[in-house]
């Protein structure tokens, strides 16, 4: 439950303190007052959007903290001990919030930095804040599913229809994608294939070129190089002028010598290996002689091959040598284009199970929701005619829709408050006065299923008055046996049926504004009712009438 909130330098607020009670609490004070300012400021301590206006004039920055009770709290201690949150006191949680002059927002938790997110994820399982508008609501059809699903209390359900939405909505999104990428690539693929195809005609090989053109080379000097590779032969073999001969003499010359000095056998060895080098030698260019023919069919074929080579090279902006690569990238590329519409199969039998298996709960959900609305309208209308409309019937209409996070169904709540009409919409069935009695009975039937402790109506009984006026006050101190209920009000039937009693007063001192806010005791809740009921002047009838309301309503719940 909220404990406390303190507002300091807010609007007209230059300091305020509300100490806050189980049960129900009603804020009430004269119209203009800012019976509403609390709720502002609650709205602004738990992520609100920050402004600057907010600042009182003369002030340099507003402060708001609001205390909580968590022991009744589990999911809030949650979020607390995820984000590291807690307190000394595990149960409190101690929500600050500064807004200066030039904008500027700091925020705290437990006196811990954080940011707005985190405001905004911990007010959702603190507390709900329904306002004036809420009736306005009721006209839309995604806000009526809403309350719907709240009252059956559907949230597993509808976790594991919304992750089944997402996992469907995704994969036809990336299936949309991949058809689209496809698509753009249609045109760059044909020109891949027909690059891939005359390229594999040539079939480019690492090193060909540099082999083709040394062969070419070879046959186009096939002569000149029979006729010189034969002369170096006859110079090393010549039996009289060879270089052969002339070693062997040599070898012979210095084996004498080494007879006579054997540190010449060194030298005498370095000779024996010259010649058996040149041996070898000479036996190799005789060998390569032989093999020495001229093909003019190969010659040509070789041309023209490398022709073709330095031809493409030149149309794909790489030397003959990096052809191999450019074929080579080009299967690569084409093999893209394939797994593309491999993958687009896959994703798209992957999207097909998704949206059955949605399908299949979304059908589930439906047909709960369907089982559930019998027991929706039975209870809105019962509390309906509670509320001095004796003949209203309410009822929910169901049609299918395309698919969505929440299901396949659209609701439409119809109502209708005459004996024999049939129900329709309710913008065209319920006048102002009937549409808050509505979104009253609603509010009251769906609030305390939502997992929040503390519920806050900010003049949701806006255009009821009378026995209705008192019924109101019912109902919300009824929801208040479950939950923590702070009602801003202008009624004092309600005011009269709460547990605890807040008046606004708005005073001009100095030229300056100020607004306080009091916990009021039994005397003051006599006299600020009386007001209500009366106006400014508070008559002897006016007080009576007020103890007897308070004692009425306090007697009967």
């Keep these: 439950m909220l404990e406390s909130l303190s507002i300091e330098n807010y609007a007209v607020v230059k300091k305020a303190t509300l100490d806050l009670h189980r049960g129900m609490s009603a804020i009430t004070g004269e119209t203009g007052a800012g019976k509403s300012i609390s709720v502002d400021a609650l709205e602004l301590v738990m992520g609100g959007r920050a402004d600057s206006k907010s600042v009182r004039n003369g002030a340099n920055a507003t402060t708001i903290c609001a205390t909580f009770d968590l022991s009744d709290s589990p999911r809030a201690l949650g979020l607390l001990k995820e984000y590291e949150l807690l307190s000394e006191d595990n149960e409190l949680c101690i929500i600050r919030r500064t807004i200066t002059r030039d904008g500027r927002s700091k925020a705290f938790v437990n006196d811990i930095h954080v940011n707005t997110n985190i405001l905004r994820e911990l007010s959702a399982r603190l507390l709900n804040i329904h306002g004036q508008h809420d009736g306005q609501l009721?006209?839309?059809?995604?806000?009526?599913?809403?309350?719907?699903?709240?009252?059956?209390?559907?949230?597993?359900?509808?976790?594991?229809?919304?992750?089944?939405?997402?996992?469907?909505?995704?994969?036809?999104?990336?299936?949309?994608?991949?058809?689209?990428?496809?698509?753009?690539?249609?045109?760059?693929?044909?020109?891949?294939?027909?690059?891939?195809?005359?390229?594999?005609?040539?079939?480019?090989?690492?090193?060909?070129?540099?082999?083709?053109?040394?062969?070419?080379?070879?046959?186009?000097?096939?002569?000149?190089?029979?006729?010189?590779?034969?002369?170096?032969?006859?110079?090393?073999?010549?039996?009289?002028?060879?270089?052969?001969?002339?070693?062997?003499?040599?070898?012979?010359?210095?084996?004498?010598?080494?007879?006579?000095?054997?540190?010449?056998?060194p030298l005498l060895q370095n000779i024996e290996n010259a010649r058996i080098q040149l041996e070898d030698a000479a036996g190799e260019i005789s060998q390569y002689s032989s093999t020495l023919e001229a093909d003019p069919e190969r010659l040509s074929f070789i041309n023209e091959r490398m022709t073709l080579y330095t031809d493409m090279a030149h149309k794909y902006s790489v030397t003959p040598d990096e052809l191999y690569k450019v074929l080579e990238e080009l299967h690569d590329k084409s093999t893209r284009f394939t797994s593309i519409k491999d993958e687009i199969q896959a994703r798209t039998a992957e999207v097909v199970a998704a949206k059955k298996a949605f399908m299949e709960k979304a059908h589930e959900l439906s047909d709960r929701r369907r089982e559930m609305s019998v027991e929706f309208c039975r209870k809105i209308t019962e509390m309906l005619h509670e509320l001095s409309m004796p003949n209203a019937m309410f009822e929910v209409e169901f049609s299918e829709t395309q698919p969505h996070p929440n299901g396949i169904d659209s609701v439409c709540f119809k109502f209708n408050a005459n004996a024999g009409m049939t129900p329709d919409l309710i913008s065209k069935t319920a006048s102002g006065g009937e549409i808050s009695r509505i979104a009253l009975a609603i509010l009251v039937l769906t609030a305390n299923k939502i997992s929040a402790p503390t519920l806050i109506f900010d003049e949701i009984d806006t255009g009821i008055s009378g026995f209705t006026a008192a019924t109101t006050g019912k109902l919300l101190r009824r929801l208040a046996k479950t939950s923590q209920v702070i009602t801003v009000t202008h009624l004092p039937q309600v005011a009269a049926s709460a547990h605890n009693q807040y008046e606004v007063l708005k005073k001009d001192i100095d030229n300056e504004t100020f607004t306080s806010i009091t916990e009021l005791d039994d005397e003051g809740r006599v006299q600020e009712i009386a007001r209500l009921l009366g106006g400014s002047a508070i008559s002897d009838s006016a007080l009576a009438n007020a103890r007897e309301l308070l004692s009425t309503q306090s007697a009967e719940q």
């Design 138 to 265: 009721l006209l839309k059809s995604e806000h009526q599913i809403e309350y719907l699903d709240a009252f059956a209390e559907l949230g597993d359900l509808l976790s594991e229809v919304e992750s089944l939405y997402y996992t469907y909505s995704n994969g036809r999104d990336e299936v949309n994608r991949l058809g689209e990428l496809q698509k753009d690539m249609v045109s760059e693929y044909k020109l891949t294939m027909y690059q891939t195809a005359e390229l594999s005609r040539l079939a480019p090989k690492e090193n060909e070129f540099a082999e083709l053109s040394n062969e070419y080379d070879r046959l186009s000097n096939v002569h000149t190089l029979l006729q010189n590779s034969m002369n170096i032969h006859g110079q090393l073999t010549d039996d009289e002028n060879g270089i052969l001969t002339s070693l062997n003499t040599l070898v012979n010359s210095m084996s004498g010598l080494v007879k006579m000095d054997r540190s010449l056998s």
